[in-house]
């Protein structure tokens, strides 16, 4: 049941498409847990994803729905996408507008500076001008982040790596940002009741075979095809191991592709997406990342939180997650034959393995979501202090306040 709706702050969080991914799942944990007597939330997304179900459930939220809200450059599409968020905010008439991920970065960004929407955030979780990226497409993104950086009153950053990034290019200015770790639910994982052996069989995986496992999403960033060379390392030396992918993407048929081409195809399990994330994590003596870039990668917290060691590629958050050699290992990215290595190494070593594991979960609580809800509540309400008295001030001097 709503509060007084009037005299509430609203809040909209702007994300492309609620997939599987962990700043989708970061977006809902904020969404479900704000101070409803302080805030009225709202949600503006696409009209797919796995997690639009979830959203809709979550009490007390406004959610918007836009069919022309897509990952990849359309200036048709962006354009009545940019035209239907700023009809949304207006109407609306939103305080905060928190925004997600590049595209919706970018667009959500310019309709709430267009619509007059007085604090504009963003959140990065990650930046997508990646080194390895095309030039002219790189160029592109970072031209696009510089301009709309001018028009952001906030920014939190998942890590100091994004932070430093950022400084690098000059987004940031006066100091117009904060680190904001994600959080997720440590119980949901670090109490999960599993059933390992029954999932196991039910995978065709026997009770001697080794698992190693990777979530994510099948597209450039996350490397999924370095998964699969990984994987065939591997199998050289230790042919009873088994491998567990679980997503699905823009990348799936390159990954069957190169499975089939390395002779794994009794080797690697495509899982697809898959809800149940402690079971998959449970089963696994070793966690893969072999992103390219991240912000703060959920899934290494969820690994410890359920005492798993990783090894994972030194990019970004990664190594602020990760302590190398204590936790976990880093490994540059692209380098299959470094991965590989750790993970022999903690298949046949299972006393590291399990050191490794105890220790990331002796550090783990610092990622339980409330935490993170409650240092976004807490800057909110300073943004719109500081928001408040400069309008306050403007009006004193007789100009009208900028739209």
Not at 323 to 346: C, H, Q, T, W
Not at 382 to 391: D, T
Request: with cysteine; proline share 5%; glycine share 6%.
């Amino acid at each position: 049941m709503k509060t007084v709706s009037d005299k509430r702050i609203k809040v909209f969080h702007i994300i492309t498409k609620l997939e599987l991914g962990g700043a989708q799942r970061v977006t809902l944990q904020t969404l479900s847990n704000l101070n409803r007597e302080l805030f009225s939330p709202g949600l503006v997304t696409s009209s797919q994803g796995m997690l639009l179900g979830e959203a809709l459930q979550i009490d007390d939220l406004q959610v918007f729905l836009i069919s022309s809200m897509v990952r990849e450059i359309s200036p048709v599409r962006d354009l009545m996408a940019l035209l239907k968020i700023w009809r949304i905010l207006r109407s609306e008439k939103v305080t905060i507008v928190h925004t997600h991920c590049s595209k919706a970065g970018v667009l959500g960004r310019w309709a709430a500076y267009l619509a007059g929407v007085p604090i504009r955030i963003h959140s990065v979780h990650g930046f997508a001008f990646s080194r390895f990226l095309p030039r002219r497409q790189r160029w592109l993104y970072l031209l696009m982040e510089k301009l709309t950086s001018r028009i952001t009153t906030h920014f939190f950053v998942d890590s100091l790596a994004n932070a430093e990034q950022a400084k690098r290019h000059r987004l940031f200015r006066r100091n117009n940002y904060s680190q904001i770790t994600p959080g997720i639910s440590l119980s949901q994982f670090a109490e999960a009741k599993v059933d390992v052996e029954g999932e196991r069989k039910r995978l065709g995986i026997s009770p001697d075979e080794k698992v190693v496992g990777m979530i994510a999403c099948f597209k450039p960033q996350k490397a999924p095809l370095d998964f699969i060379r990984l994987a065939g390392k591997v199998v050289e030396r230790l042919p009873e191991s088994k491998f567990l992918l679980v997503g699905d993407g823009e990348l799936r048929g390159e990954i069957e592709r190169l499975i089939r081409k390395l002779g794994l195809k009794s080797r690697v399990i495509l899982t697809g997406w898959r809800w149940d994330i402690p079971q998959i994590i449970s089963m696994c003596q070793v966690i893969v990342l072999t992103s390219l870039w991240e912000g703060m990668p959920t899934v290494l917290p969820m690994a410890h939180a359920m005492k798993k060691p990783v090894v994972a590629t030194m990019v970004d958050g990664s190594a602020e997650v990760i302590r190398d050699g204590k936790d976990g290992f880093l490994v540059p990215p692209r380098n299959s034959e470094a991965m590989a290595e750790r993970v022999i190494y903690l298949l046949q070593h299972p006393e590291a393995a399990h050191k490794m594991g105890e220790s990331g979960f002796q550090v783990v609580g610092k990622y339980d979501y409330p935490l993170m809800v409650s240092r976004q509540e807490e800057f909110y309400r300073q943004l719109i202090a500081r928001s408040n008295l400069r309008l306050s001030l403007i009006a004193k001097r007789g100009t009208p306040p900028p739209g």
